[in-house]
């Protein structure tokens, strides 16, 4: 029994049946890793080679390749908050936005809140310029962001 | 224009437009029910016969794209959808997934037959956690109803339909990084050829199209090639590379307008005539500055080039790079391009994947001194700096692998060129712009 449940084990070996090789599902089975344990750690890593039937390096060189993974040294808190900071949010007030909601919760991009609720991030485009300046909350958009709504939106986390 | 009836967002907003029961009673379906009774080289034919050109950035002609396919292949050959939307400025897949993702399965399942493909994937983007949900729900009340599965309708044809989620990267947008991605690796895009039509996913032949093509196949297959072709630009003459620019097309309108939002008109409108007549005019009672015309990878029109067409060739003859996704961004007279263009290059700095040198080192160094630039410490030999390693990255000058190293050069080459007065003045002033919010992300 290592770090991953049967049930993830399970979950991860579901998706076997979408592909024509296991090596498809690593980006897959680290949503579902991450998704559950807030990180991936190195040993998770070797727990999907195994499952997969890959060499772990092959697991790991393509989740540091997506940033958006994290491993033992970055957990994520309990929801991730991304700041849109291209270009047609940055003309509405993006980055101002960023700012505001970084001294909130006292952390830099990057950084989880001290109650372990909200890790702050920058994002390129979300995809939602029309609600400039937007966010995204773990992976549901908020369109035209106030100072004051940021402030509500945290709250309800 | 008055009299355009949107088709592509003709459901969008009407209660419950995501289900297959409003869908059905809308017509849904029967045009895949059309072509499951045609050949398959008929259903080809009739999307080349449209003149649809691929509507995710690069405007290759849809059937064409197809024939490249081997012919009599014993399978299995792919259809990869690219849902990964990623280029800044651009939404109009989002809207069509999120609210009417039976249109977008149909026109999947319409060019699954026509290519004979039994398996198609949808690689979407992470952060469209919303189309995720609306696509996930129709995908399985298509394999309820049957549409979707083994021995469709009784014809033989089987499909299956696969979502999957992608991990926050610009580059997986791009057809061999997606496919690269796809395969559980990192997004590094391939040498071409071999094209993904003879060697892509899974080293099969592989379509990648995007999802707004999807539905205009659907569209087509409804209404006919002809229908199509009504709408729209004609081949340029004077541009024998010109396929012509049919049909209706999603433009995306955000940054300094009254009314940002996705809308849905013939081929060739005008950038001013998106601000004036469907974007509610530039905010605050300004003037535009600058329009990016398709994604920022395009470039920059500036005030006197708001009556270019925003048609496959239009952007093109003002120096842009294309129309790319045909998604406008206003910048208003009040703002710094020099700010502008920094927010362009820290993003391609950012997302380059890093595998070929002139791309990797050419991103860091625009944005490096486009940093310095804009605190201060610019010197005037800087925009020829910039224009020298502009112009050495990118398939067109052929030192890097994809495109992702053209589009970061565009929007440097397309500013000095037509800005170039503002950046000096700039520079000579001994301007500075220091935001409180540059160090927050210098640290990441
Ligand atoms: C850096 C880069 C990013 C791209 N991103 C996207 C994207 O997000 N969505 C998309 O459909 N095409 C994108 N493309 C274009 C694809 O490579 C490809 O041409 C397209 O998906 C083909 O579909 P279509 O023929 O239906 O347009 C991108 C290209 C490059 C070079
Ligand atoms: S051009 Fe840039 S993004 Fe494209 S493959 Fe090369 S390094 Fe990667
Ligand atoms: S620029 Fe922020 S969502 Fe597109």
């Known amino acids: 029994m290592g770090v991953l449940s049967e049930e993830l084990r399970d979950q991860i070996r579901a998706q076997f049946p979408n592909y024509p090789n296991k090596r498809a599902v690593v980006l897959p089975a680290l949503h579902l890793v991450q998704d559950a344990q807030r990180h991936v750690s190195i040993e998770a890593v070797r727990e999907i080679a195994e499952l997969l039937e890959l060499h772990p390096s092959e697991v790991h060189d393509t989740m540091t390749f997506y940033q958006f993974f994290k491993d033992e040294k970055h957990k994520l808190g309990k929801h991730r908050v991304w700041v849109c900071r291209s270009i047609s949010c940055m003309l509405r007030g993006g980055e101002e936005l960023l700012q505001h909601m970084c001294e909130k919760l006292h952390v830099h991009p990057g950084q989880t809140s001290a109650d372990g609720k909200v890790t702050m991030e920058f994002a390129e485009c979300l995809g939602a310029c029309d609600g400039a300046p937007c966010i995204l909350v773990d992976d549901e958009a908020h369109m035209n962001i106030t100072p004051e709504k940021a402030d509500e939106l945290l709250k309800s986390l | ?444």
Not at chain 2, 91 to 104: A, G, K, S, W, Y
């Open chain 2, 1 to 444: 224009m008055s009299t355009f009836e949107p088709t592509l967002l003709a459901r969008i907003n009407k209660p419950d437009s995501q289900s297959l029961e409003t869908y059905r009673r809308d017509g849904g379906y029967e045009g895949f029910k059309k072509a499951l009774g045609m050949a398959p080289v008929d259903v080809i034919n009739q999307v080349k016969d449209s003149g649809l050109r691929g509507r995710g950035g690069a405007g290759f002609p849809t059937g064409l794209k197809w024939t490249f396919l081997p012919k009599d292949h014993p399978g299995p050959i792919y259809l990869a959808i690219n849902a990964d939307e990623s280029e800044p400025a651009t939404f109009n897949n989002r809207i069509l997934m999120e609210q009417d993702p039976h249109q977008v399965l149909e026109g999947i399942a319409i060019s699954c037959y026509a290519i004979k493909s039994k398996k198609a994937y949808i690689y979407l983007r992470y952060e469209y956690g919303r189309s995720y949900r609306a696509l996930k729900k129709a995908i399985e009340e298509c394999y309820a109803a049957g549409l979707f599965g083994q021995n469709i309708h009784g014809t033989g044809f089987d499909l299956d339909v696969v979502l999957h989620r992608g991990a926050a990267a610009y580059i997986c947008g791009e057809e061999t990084g997606l496919i690269e991605s796809l395969e559980g690796k990192r997004a590094w895009p391939r040498i071409k050829p071999p094209f993904p039509a003879i060697e892509g996913l899974f080293r099969k032949p592989t379509i990648v199209n995007n999802i707004e093509t999807m539905a205009c196949v659907k569209q087509i297959l409804d209404r006919g090639a002809d229908w199509f072709k009504s709408m729209g630009v004609p081949p340029d003459p004077s541009n024998p590379r010109d396929a012509g620019s049919y049909g209706p097309k999603l433009y995306c309108i955000s940054g300094h307008v009254n009314k940002p939002g996705c809308v849905e008109l013939p081929m060739g409108i005008t950038a001013r005539q998106l601000i004036d007549e469907h974007g509610g005019g530039v905010w605050k009672g300004r003037n535009a500055k600058a329009v990016v015309p398709g994604g920022i990878s395009m470039g920059f029109l500036s005030a006197s080039e708001l009556d270019t067409p925003l048609d496959f060739n239009g952007p093109g003859k003002v120096g842009c790079l294309g129309l790319g996704t045909a998604a406008i961004t206003v910048i208003d007279d009040h703002t710094s391009m020099v700010d502008v263009l920094f927010n362009c290059a820290r993003f391609f700095a950012h997302e380059s994947c890093g595998q070929c040198t002139p791309c990797r080192e050419g991103t860091a160094w625009m944005h490096k001194i486009l940093a310095r630039i804009r605190m201060g410490e610019g010197q005037s030999r800087d925009l020829d700096l910039l224009n020298e390693v502009a112009s050495s990255m990118g398939i067109i000058p052929g030192t890097t692998i994809c495109g992702l190293s053209d589009g970061a050069a565009w929007p440097i080459k397309n500013a000095i060129k037509k800005f170039r007065s503002e950046f000096e003045e700039y520079i000579q002033t001994g301007r500075k712009t220091v935001k409180p919010s540059d160090a927050l992300m210098e640290v990441h």
